[in-house]
């Protein structure tokens, strides 16, 4: 038998294993039970005092969002397969950077903005990630009506040299811009088989709302507020559920990658 202080040291260095990864299967087993569901953030756009985008008919696209949002967050909890949370569940205003810290105050896998904004002569669903030069003049003009406020993403890293922590910052930055785009493809994928597309359909920008360092994050126009089209679509429950089951599609597909 070990004697007390070796056994110690040999549970110590158990644990220090397992937190690193390299525990047996049964431990990793059960620490992937224990674990939480991964949380979706849903953050429908505008509110309150911010109707966003009036259609021709007088659509507000801050009902459109919300109930969107509603629906889809619905639709991904029926399926068990993850946590979900919405910035807002009511009409209330809530300032971009306030959207942002509550999906990172809890720890979001992933964040997915709804919008149905105005773009004149366009038409169809489209997806943005962030970026710091847009892809093109309709998504740099929607980014720029977007972003009311700033926000200056502050990492908690551990103490470390500036250099050091330069380098994990830009690392933890590339991560997240990856998954992103992998968020995305498959949120493009999973729409195109049923709403018509804005063609290029995944487009970059400077959203403000999309700033979390290390959160994967999306922004999904539905569609154009300012498209008679559209915006007779988006009124009908049953064409935001057809949205929401193609969303949640999009969703589970990157989840199951991550
Ligand atoms: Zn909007």
């Known amino acids: 038998m070990p004697d007390p202080s070796s056994r110690r040291r040999l549970l110590q260095l158990a644990f220090g294993l397992a937190a690193a990864g390299l525990s047996s ?66 009409d209330a205003f809530i300032p971009l950077d306030g959207r942002v810290e509550f999906a990172r105050k809890r720890d979001a896998a992933l964040f997915v903005s709804l919008h149905a904004d105005s773009a004149p002569g366009a038409r169809g669903a489209s997806v943005y990630t962030l970026s710091d030069r847009a892809s093109d003049s309709l998504s740099a003009g929607l980014a720029k009506r977007e972003n009311q406020a ?23 930055r590339q991560e997240t811009r990856a998954g992103s785009d992998r968020m995305a493809s498959s949120v493009v994928r999973a729409l195109g088989g049923e709403v018509p597309l804005l063609p290029n359909t995944h487009r970059q920008a400077a959203f403000a709302v999309l700033k979390a360092p290390e959160i994967p994050s ?13 915006e007779a679509a988006l009124k009908q429950p049953a064409h935001r559920a057809k949205v929401a089951r193609a969303l949640a599609q999009g969703i589970h597909g990157w989840l199951a990658r991550a």
Request: hydrophobic share 40%.
């Open 25 to 90: 299967p049964a431990l990793a087993q059960t620490r992937r039970r224990a674990a939480p569901l991964p949380l979706v953030v849903l953050d429908p756009g505008h509110g309150g005092k911010d109707p966003g985008t009036i259609g021709v008919t007088g659509t507000h696209e801050k009902r459109i969002t919300l109930a969107a949002a509603t629906e889809l967050k619905r639709v991904l909890e029926r399926t068990g397969r993850c946590r979900v949370a919405m910035t807002r569940s009511r």
């Open 150 to 172: 700033d926000l200056r993403g502050g990492l908690r890293l551990p103490p470390v040299s500036p250099e050091v922590e330069r380098i994990l910052f830009s690392l933890v």
């Open 218 to 230: 999306v922004l999904v126009e539905m569609g154009f507020l300012s498209d008679r089209r559209d």
